[in-house]
T-cell receptor
Framework: GQNIDQPTEMTATEGAIVQINCTYQ??????LFWYQQHAGEAPTFLSY????GLEEKGRFSSFLSRSKGYSYLLLKELQMKDSASYLC???????????FGAGTTVTVRA | DTAVSQTPKYLVTQMGNDKSIKCEQN?????MYWYKQDSKKFLKIMFS???????INETVPNRFSPKSPDKAHLNLHINSLELGDSAVYFC??????????FGPGTRLTVL
């Protein structure tokens, strides 16, 4: 199976920047996804990385280093509505299956 | 114009009962999934169907039986419900192995 690690909780102030790290150990890596999940709601897709480097989407960016088995999700100009759980998920080979980390709960304070 | 929908949203039932959860997607995707999210928020794949064919069947008790009558629907039937089955069950869909889109979830409580 895949070993996917992310911090359990993070707290930050409105307007600040937060970086959520995700490390994974797998063979046949074929893509990493980030999802956002508000309490009591469905996970929603944020970003996808399959090649090394940074993908930017508005206030959110995601970075991947395949050689280090490492990704991060960067949230800039934090807003209260960004308080949620952020899930890192890895796809292996031609598998349709995603293996999820346990999620990082981000709390944004005023 | 909901993309992935599930019914019911909440399900409360007694131990030993049999229940079903339904899922429908109108995205035209060919692949659908069932995930279980436990109280620790860990999201784990259970089953997946591609073009009505079972392609993922994780280590799940055989009390759980998925059924896909067509590409747009994937149902989950659970026999002899146990306390440990209490969780949120999410349906998802994708086009082949592309990005997966999740339904709103069904919160199952077994008493």
């Amino acid at each position: 199976g895949q070993n996917i690690d992310q911090p359990t909780e993070m707290t930050a102030t409105e307007g600040a920047i937060v970086q959520i790290n995700c490390t994974y150990q797998t063979s046949g890596f074929n893509g990493l996804f980030w999802y956002q999940q508000h309490a009591g709601e469905a996970p929603t897709f944020l970003s996808y990385n399959v090649l090394d480097g940074l993908e930017e989407k508005g206030r959110f960016s995601s970075f991947l280093s395949r050689s280090k088995g490492y990704s991060y999700l960067l949230l800039k100009e934090l807003q209260m509505k960004d308080s949620a759980s952020y899930l890192c998920a890895v796809r292996v080979g031609g598998d349709y299956k995603l293996s999820f980390g346990a999620g990082t709960t981000v709390t944004v304070r005023a | 114009d909901t993309a992935v929908s599930q019914t019911p949203k909440y399900l409360v039932t007694q131990m030993g009962n049999d229940k079903s959860i339904k899922c429908e997607q109108n995205l035209g995707h060919d692949t659908m999934y069932w995930y279980k999210q436990d109280s620790k928020k860990f999201l784990k794949i259970m089953f997946s169907y591609n073009n009505k064919e079972l392609i993922i069947n994780e280590t799940v008790p055989n009390r759980f039986s998925p059924k896909s009558p067509d590409k747009a629907h994937l149902n989950l039937h659970i026999n002899s419900l146990e306390l440990g089955d209490s969780a949120v069950y999410f349906c998802a869909s994708s086009q082949a192995a592309d990005t997966q889109y999740f339904g709103p979830g069904t919160r199952l409580t077994v008493l």
